[in-house]
């Protein structure tokens, strides 16, 4: 399956950039500097120890270029592809001390985003056939956003909302300051937000159909039980797109999926992610 858009070069460099800065301090790697002599070199494997979906590889080239700017990229497998446990992502050659600096920043970030792939990929084969779509939130890491939506793209899953800047979301937060569905509704339509680009929270049916009636383009269903999920789809379904969300996680999706909702919103996919398992193994270089 394709990766997608690969993440802007120059955005992945400041993130690598400052999780180097975390983990090397002002001193850099004590370790490295003591016990490996400085022109040594070696060759980096990382492997997978368990069957997952791979992103995140040119992530883990960066870190190891911050390093060592010649280091040589012997092999990668393709962000978006599947990968079985022994297998290896990625396979550089370079100076020994800048491959063990870089050891654990490239793996935080390759595990990370090798997961929510992971879970992304397995969200979408669990309702495959339903018609429904996994969208991804804004439950992300700070600072990672860009990369972990990154990887629920290589996983298949489709991009929601990058930020607040991008779409109108109106929730019970906004109402309370904002006033009833209706007016908040045409507030928006009148500061120029198109209609597709407006999505209102809902707890009821009776409030998606004023959601609907004042214009809203999308329908966020929250929290709502599967029975009352069927009965917003009876009445709302081709009149706006109807988006299921709340404590939604894999593995319990499909029941959701046939109610005839057109999305899934599923924040467990970065927000409770789990690390895949990945190692680094090291051999020295003539």
């Known amino acids: ?92 050659s370079g100076l020994a001390r800048a491959l063990l600096a870089g050891e654990r920043t490239a793996l935080n970030l390759l595990q990370r985003l090798c997961g929510i792939a992971s879970a992304a990929r397995a969200a979408v084969e669990e309702v495959a056939g339903t018609g429904a779509t996994i969208l991804d939130t804004r439950k992300t890491a700070p600072g990672l956003r860009m990369l972990d939506k990154y990887a629920v793209a290589c996983g298949g899953a489709t991009n929601h909302r990058y930020g607040l800047h991008d779409a109108v979301m109106i929730k019970d937060t906004h109402l309370a300051i904002a006033g009833p569905i209706g007016r908040a509704v045409r507030l928006a339509l009148d500061a120029g937000v198109p209609p ?18 004042a214009g809203a383009g999308r329908v966020l269903l929250d929290n709502m039980d599967l029975a009352t999920l069927r009965r917003c789809v009876t009445r709302g379904k081709g009149r706006a797109v109807l988006e299921a969300s709340g404590g939604l996680r894999p593995g319990a999706l499909r029941e959701v999926a046939e109610t005839g909702v057109d999305c899934l919103s599923v924040g467990a996919l970065t927000h409770s992610v789990r690390s895949a398992d990945l190692a680094m193994d090291l051999e020295p270089l003539a």
Do not use: N
Request: no cysteine.
């Open 1 to 92: 399956m394709s990766a997608g858009p690969a993440p802007d070069r120059e955005a992945v460099r400041r993130v690598v950039r400052a999780a180097l800065d975390e983990d090397l301090g002002a001193s850099g790697d004590l370790t490295g500097r003591a016990v490996v002599p400085e022109g040594a070199r070696g060759r980096a494997v990382l492997v997978a120890r368990e069957p997952l979906v791979v992103a995140g590889v040119p992530v883990a080239v960066e870190v190891f270029r911050a390093l060592d700017p010649a280091v040589v990229v012997e092999d990668r497998r393709e962000d978006g592809s599947a990968a079985a446990a022994g297998d290896a992502l990625l396979v550089v």
């Open 196 to 213: 597709q680009a407006i999505t209102v929270e809902v707890a009821t049916p009776e409030a998606m159909e004023e959601a609907i009636a």
